[in-house]
């Protein structure tokens, strides 16, 4: 009779004991997750502005350079010519909202990283914005810069590779200084414009 008692007991000990982890699981895995996807985002605002940096770096010494890219929850794309996105996947709250800048000078609502239609001024503005808008789209931009002391205007220009866009894994971007491009833009007649050629692999 005791033996079985205590077979009892240890099994409704058992029981009560695998009844709270499966508790504690539930109730702290979306926390574990949600933590995990707000690291995320700030790895991939990091990937932005060092993918920023190199691209500054290959138009300015009109050079190569490779570097790594991770993405674990969405996608990069190239938007266009003057903008490179990243939009993730991330189940977070805020999925909407109004662009912020989180790299680049925006002096007013109106200033050049939010407002495309504007053109920067050399030695104000910024050559390049990162905004980030909901959860989570992260988009660096390069605006048209009025160069008064040498009356033209500059902008570094994003040419496209073979492959310009991906989702997830592990990539390796190469920028390439491809030409000057000359062509007018906006009011700009006279226009340098840098341009990098990006292949995503």
Not at 133 to 154: H, M, R, S, W
Request: proline residues 2%; neutral net charge; contains cysteine.
């Amino acid at each position: 009779m005791k033996g079985q008692a205590q077979i009892v007991g240890f099994t409704l000990l058992t029981l009560i004991m695998l009844s709270v982890t499966a508790i504690v699981f539930f109730w702290a895995n979306p926390l574990i997750e949600r933590s995990n996807n707000i690291n995320e985002v700030s790895r991939m605002e990091a990937n932005m502005r060092m993918l920023d940096n190199a691209i500054h770096e290959v138009a300015t010494q009109q050079t190569q350079r490779s570097l790594s890219f991770d993405i674990d929850k969405g996608y990069l794309i190239v938007r266009n010519s003057s903008t490179i996105e990243f939009t993730s996947t991330f189940d977070l709250p805020s999925a909407s909202g109004e662009a912020i800048v989180v790299k680049g000078y925006n002096k007013t609502d109106g200033g050049n990283c939010l407002n495309k239609s504007r053109i920067g001024i050399v030695g104000t503005d910024t050559s390049s914005c990162i905004t980030k808008q909901g959860a989570v789209i992260y988009k660096l931009y390069f605006p048209l810069l009025n160069d008064t002391a040498n009356n033209e205007c500059v902008a570094i220009r994003i040419g496209f590779g073979d492959n310009t866009a991906t989702g997830k894994g592990r990539h390796s971007v190469l920028l390439t200084y491809d030409h000057l491009n000359t062509t007018a833009e906006g009011s700009c007649t006279n226009i340098k414009k840098p341009t990098v050629k990006l292949d995503i692999t």
